[in-house]
């Protein structure tokens, strides 16, 4: 069983859709967990981070962790085309910086 | 601020090569790791430096080696180079005490 599970995708929404991206861990000593986003042939760029059981919000986008079940998610609300990416999720022991990324979920906003 | 700049931004070696790649890290960042990217297997993380100090390593061969220099910048090294060795190499920084990690565009490495 790998330690972050994500699924690959493709995803196809319509503009103005909410999105729900999903990683499941296996791991309980995770304490720290990421999403990032990734335009085609460019790096990961950080967009939400959080520690805690519930949920973080900012702007369009809102991370929730459930650390009973092992399962984060990222709801991404009025999506636009420019939200067309792959979105990484990555999951990190306390201060090693030594990510587990999931492999990533393809995301295709239709106008 | 300036963001994570890596060098060169596309590479192409041949099988046997070996290559160095280069990562300056966000001004005041020194905390400086490296991940391999490939369609298979996603990102993958090979080492992490403080300091000039490989604090952590991944499950990678031998073959892949780094070094931080004083001022934060750091290099990755692939020895021997196989065709598998083919992805995009990414660094990220991160600021003592902080948890998340910025990264750079990577540089796309292609081995013939």
């Known amino acids: 069983q790998k330690e972050v599970e994500q699924d690959p995708g493709p995803l196809s929404v319509p503009e103005g859709a909410i999105v729900s991206l999903n990683c499941t861990y296996s791991?309980?000593?995770?304490?720290?967990f990421m999403w990032y986003r990734q335009y085609s042939r460019k790096g990961p760029e950080l967009l939400m981070y959080?520690?805690?059981?519930g949920n973080k919000e900012d702007g369009r986008f809102t991370a929730q962790v459930d650390k009973s079940s092992k399962y984060i998610s990222l709801f991404i609300r009025d999506s636009q085309p420019s939200d067309s990416a792959t979105y990484l999720c990555a999951i990190d022991t306390s201060g090693t910086y030594k990510y587990i990324f999931g492999t990533g979920t393809r995301l295709k906003v239709l106008a | 601020k300036a963001g994570v700049t890596q060098t060169p931004r596309y590479l192409i070696k041949t099988r046997g090569q070996q290559v160095t790649l280069s990562c300056s890290p966000i001004s005041g960042h020194r905390s400086v790791s490296w991940y391999q990217q490939t369609p298979g297997q996603g990102l993958q993380f090979l080492f992490e430096y403080f300091s000039e100090t490989q604090r952590n390593k991944g499950n990678f061969p031998g073959r892949f080696s780094g070094r931080q220099f004083s001022n934060s910048r750091s290099e990755m090294n692939v020895s021997t180079l196989e065709l598998g060795d083919s992805a995009l190499y990414l660094c990220a920084s991160s600021l003592l005490g902080s948890e998340t990690q910025y990264f750079g565009p990577g540089t796309r490495l292609l081995v013939l």
């Open positions: 791991n309980s000593a995770f304490q720290y």
């Open positions: 959080t520690y805690s059981s």
